[in-house]
């Protein structure tokens, strides 16, 4: 294989606090090894359309370490093996021309920095013959083969510090607070923000919950003198018996998007326990805002490995987090496959341990 001259780098799916970092130092690594790059605009929809697409030069990535969002845009309903359109499937097969546009723009590789879902699509693409490198997004912290991903670490920072205000008004009202936060179906968020800001109950969707059990050790609580009481929901928790509360389904090119169980558990708990209960949903503020200074080094880390890869000529891989190594992990390994909470983690032992109710 020749070596790489020219490379294209996108951001794909939800947006995480630490894009920037990546496309600075992926831009910093490459200009300093003598390659070119092009910024793709809006995930993948900047290879269908060349217009959406720019040089990026140190100069253009210069003050974006500490900034949130993405230079570039994104999507998270841009696949383009299944483009929302018009027909009568609702979807449009767009991969054929995005290998073209790729040839046409005279790039040599991709890095496509994204979550499972533009890591999947990144790797159909290396088999349909595109030289790739993946670079794991999301705040969610769900993505196999790696031990973190940058955002993770600011959403469980934002969601912390809000658990600590919600604690002080909670305490004054004797009330129930429920902190609904995201995390898809994983319960990572849950539970490092429900540790790190003394959460009482946390609900994830790893551990199917029962409402009784919640209001007795919230009960419990008042026994002692602790007549408030922080219940952290993830948005996919399920009770025992039930599933995930939905705010939208599935339909051709969107995944379902949850969210709403926080307010359904505080409306059973106040009727259960009698207490006033209030819920509050932290939704995008988690994904919002510039990353913390852990963030920004993993995303350094991980940009820097992937320009090393590309040097070395090898694709089809994602930079991942071995601590204390940068690694790459076949795209091959982490496709369909979601990182959950392992119920024998250390921290949820501990959070037991010290009295946090899980609902079961
Ligand atoms: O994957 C990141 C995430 O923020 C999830 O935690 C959440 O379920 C989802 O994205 C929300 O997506 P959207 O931005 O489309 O509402």
């Known amino acids: 294989m020749p070596p790489v001259k020219k490379i294209g780098v996108l951001t794909g799916g939800g947006d995480a606090p630490g894009l920037n970092a990546v496309i600075r130092a992926v831009v910093k690594a490459a200009h300093n090894a003598g390659i070119d790059v092009v910024g793709l605009e809006d ?3 900047g290879l269908l359309d060349p217009s959406r697409s720019r040089v990026l030069t140190p ?9 949130g969002g993405t230079i570039l845009g994104t999507t998270n309903h841009g696949n383009p093996f299944e483009y929302p359109a018009d027909t009568p499937e609702g979807k449009v097969d767009y991969s054929d021309k995005v290998v073209d546009t790729f040839h046409k723009m005279g790039l040599d590789a991709l890095v496509v920095i994204g979550g499972d879902g533009s ?5 159909q693409f290396y088999l349909k013959g595109i030289p790739i490198v993946g670079v794991p997004k999301t705040i969610d912290n769900d993505i196999v083969g790696t031990t973190s991903c940058f955002g993770f670490d600011t959403a469980v920072d934002f969601a912390a510090l809000a658990i600590d205000r919600l604690h002080t008004t909670a305490e004054a009202h004797k009330r129930i607070m429920v902190v609904e936060v ?11 923000s429900g540790v790190a800001g003394g959460a009482d109950v946390i609900l994830m969707p790893e551990i199917a919950y029962d409402l009784e059990k919640v209001a007795a050790d919230i009960r419990k609580r008042e026994s002692f003198g602790a007549k408030f009481s922080i219940v952290v929901v993830a948005e996919g928790a399920k009770p025992v018996g039930g599933s995930h509360t939905l705010r939208e389904p599935a339909r051709a090119g969107y995944v379902e998007r949850l969210g709403g169980v926080g307010i359904t558990v505080a409306a059973q708990l106040e009727e259960l326990t009698g207490k006033e209960a209030r819920c509050v949903v932290l939704g995008h503020l988690q994904r919002g805002g510039g990353p913390t200074a852990f963030d920004r080094v993993l995303a350094t880390r991980f940009g820097g490995a992937a320009v090393e890869l590309l040097r070395r000529g090898v694709f089809g891989k994602m930079v ?4 204390p190594d940068i690694v790459p992990v076949p795209l091959a390994d982490i496709v369909g496959r979601t990182k959950t909470v392992p119920l024998d983690y250390d921290l949820l032992r501990t959070a037991r341990a010290v009295g946090v109710s899980f609902g079961d």
């Open 119 to 123: 890591l999947s699509i990144a790797h």
């Open 43 to 45: 995930s993948f929809d």
């Open 182 to 192: 995201m995390g898809r179906y994983a319960g990572w968020i849950a539970l490092h």
């Open 59 to 67: 100069r253009d990535v210069t003050g974006i370490l500490r900034l």
């Open 320 to 323: 991942a987090n071995n601590p």
